[in-house]
């Protein structure tokens, strides 16, 4: 059955991707705008992409970004390294006791609402006497990233049969080798899809960091919310539009890599 | 025979399944043996305990006199050829067929010269750097024979390794692998459900249902003296009727046919009473008179070189036999009613 056969399905198509994609082209479009005013185009400029590293707000835009950035990193490595262990127990793991709960509770912070999350996170770090700061954030981000790690890296090990793994033990390779001269590669790219995804969880996370980044402490998405908060400037939508420039690539780079990974199955 | 794999009470239980229920056979050296039986029948399990893919809930695998059942696979020194071939995706062939070699701590010039040997014998010397994913089914079968046999395993286990190619490199890949067999000297344990590749292969067949082995022997033991109804039955075609047994001497039933008629046929250790014997349709023949059975013709089947008569007995037991199909020989009509006899030896009395 052919879907776009249904009546309206080509309008109703046509309206989300109005509202899904009006927004962003307008800052997009609008980041290089000439003028000082949002809403009316002086022509061409790139005077707020140079604002955005020189202007006075510059110092803020290049902490929070170092933050952003060395946290992003982190959270998705760790993340990745955990969400790995997880899906090779999980999908190789045969059947064990409290395997389901197990998939529940990796999975559970994609389901929690994530202002919950970010109440309880803080909560907790106050119980143990955690200053927030650096250090919460990274944890929070580590944690909320797994499941988003997970999902791709268990997706792709799942298509990959238990006999390729067989087959290594039975030359002689034992269960390390097996792992990683034969497992490994083979959900590579369910593993690098799964960073990449981490990563632009991580660098965009709001509220989580909101709440447990501490005094003083900014990621981008704090920073920008900040300077929202004394009035919109051009140079918001130049800041805007280079992260929007960011996800696009790394979600670009993960598409390319699944497919090309499709091609190394037998 | 020397014996290389001994087989001793294997039992495999998954939860409350019980896949094998006490399995033994000792298998040769050199030896092309076979297990052969309907899907489900255990055959694929046997081989993963063997291979050490699956621990036995019971029993022992002895390999040349040493118990391997406790040992992890890589300590095994046997290699299988899985049915899907499982060739690495990622690597060339020709890193394919050296992983064992390496995975034995052989050095990279060594094991490639060795793995180059491999792809000579199997004809794919060509393909050497080409990825699983650019071969044909038949070339990935070739392939994941050579990887096997690389190591120089003690055995070699092969699941249905056929199953996926079609009829013409099916037939040419058996004469190939029997080949193989015999060049390297090696110890086959084949998997097949298709019986006739295990008679036109194998040394020994074992045939297997239901987690019970029925009966080893050599493709005609199994054909010509079947020892219960299933092997009987299972391989190639066969009537089974039901007969009484009189009386046993010495080895010898006296066995009354449906009929009436009396013959003798050889009976091991079998109590007088019920029983049933096969007899193979191209070992009964038509007779003018004082055959041992009396039946109707109802059906002349034209199978080309052969005619199948499908005939029945008064008792209403069907029972189907093969003639030649010459031209100076009578076809008896539909509806005739002919006496059949039966060649020497041809009735064989089953244990059940
Ligand atoms: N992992 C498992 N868990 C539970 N039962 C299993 C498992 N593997 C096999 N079995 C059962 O054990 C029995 C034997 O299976 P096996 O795969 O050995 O059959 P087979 O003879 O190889 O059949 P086929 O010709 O279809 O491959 C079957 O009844 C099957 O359902
Ligand atoms: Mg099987």
Request: aromatic share 8%; proline share 5%; hydrophobic share 50%.
């Amino acid at each position: 059955m052919d879907l776009r056969r249904y009546p309206g399905f080509r309008a109703m198509t046509l309206l989300c991707l109005v509202i899904l994609y009006t927004p962003l082209i307008v800052i997009t479009v609008y980041s290089f705008n000439a003028s000082t005013s949002i809403t009316t185009w002086g022509g061409f400029s790139w005077r707020w992409y140079a604002d955005v590293f020189t202007g006075p707000e510059a110092p803020r835009f290049r902490a929070a970004a170092w933050n952003s950035l060395t946290i992003a990193l982190i959270a998705a490595t760790t993340a990745t390294l955990i969400a790995t262990a997880a899906a090779v127990a999980m999908v190789r793991g045969g059947r064990f006791r409290g395997k389901s709960a197990t998939f529940t509770l990796i999975n559970l912070p994609l389901m929690v609402p994530e202002i919950v999350i970010a109440v309880a996170t803080l909560i907790f770090f106050s119980m143990i006497g955690l200053t927030t700061g650096y250090l919460t954030i990274l944890i929070a981000h580590i944690t909320f990233c797994i499941p988003f790690a997970y999902l791709p890296i268990a997706a792709r090990l799942q298509g990959i049969e238990a006999t390729y793994e067989q087959a290594a033990r039975d030359l002689y390779a034992t269960r390390a080798q097996a792992f990683r001269l034969i497992l490994l590669p083979l959900m590579m790219p369910g593993v690098i899809s799964g960073y990449l995804l981490a990563f632009i969880i991580s660098l965009d996370d709001f509220i989580i960091t909101n709440f447990v980044k501490g005094a003083g402490m900014e990621t981008l998405p704090t920073a920008i919310f900040g300077s929202v908060k004394q009035g919109i400037k051009p140079n918001i939508m130049a800041i805007s539009t280079m992260m929007l420039a960011v996800s696009v690539l790394l979600v670009t780079l993960s598409y390319f890599v699944n497919r090309a990974g499709q091609k190394t199955r037998a | 025979m020397n014996v290389s794999v001994d087989i001793r009470q294997v039992v495999k239980r998954y939860g409350t399944v019980t896949a094998l229920h006490g399995v033994s056979m000792a298998i040769g050296e050199n030896e092309f043996f076979t297990l052969l039986g309907p899907s489900g029948c255990g055959k694929t399990t046997l081989l993963r305990c063997i291979a050490g893919f699956e621990d036995v809930s019971g029993g022992e695998i002895r390999l040349h006199g040493q118990n391997i059942a406790a040992l992890e696979p890589n300590h095994r020194p046997v290699n299988t050829v899985f049915q899907q071939y499982a060739l690495f995706p990622h690597m060339t062939v020709r890193d394919n067929v050296a992983f064992g070699l390496k995975m034995k701590g052989m050095g990279l010039a060594e094991r490639n010269a060795r793995a180059g040997k491999m792809l000579e014998m199997v004809h794919l010397s060509a393909f050497a750097d080409r990825l699983p994913a650019q071969l044909s089914g038949g070339q990935q079968q070739r392939v994941a024979l050579a990887r096997a046999l690389a190591p120089e395993p003690k055995v070699l286990l092969l699941d249905e390794p056929l199953s996926a190619l079609d009829l013409k490199l099916r037939q040419a890949m058996r004469v190939e692998l029997k080949q193989l067999q015999e060049t390297t000297g090696i110890t086959f344990i084949f998997v097949t459900h298709d019986q006739e590749e295990a008679l036109t292969m194998s040394d020994r067949i074992a045939v297997m249902s239901q987690g019970h082995v029925q009966q080893i022997g050599t493709a005609r033991d199994i054909y010509e003296a079947p020892v219960n109804r299933f092997v009987a039955d299972f391989i190639g075609e066969t009537n089974l009727l039901p007969v009484t047994v009189e009386s046993v001497a010495q080895g010898v039933a006296a066995v009354t046919l449906p009929g009436g008629h009396r013959i003798t046929c050889a009976a091991a250790g079998m109590a007088p009473g019920p029983h049933h014997v096969s007899i193979r349709p191209e070992r009964l023949s038509i007779v003018p008179t004082g055959g041992d059975l009396d039946v109707v013709v109802e059906r002349v089947v034209y199978l080309g070189s052969d005619l199948q008569l499908l005939t029945r007995l008064d008792s209403g037991a069907a029972l189907h036999l093969r003639m030649q199909n010459s031209a100076r020989g009578q076809v008896p009509a539909p509806g005739t009613r002919i006496g059949l006899q039966l060649e020497e030896g041809a009735a064989r009395l089953l244990a059940d």
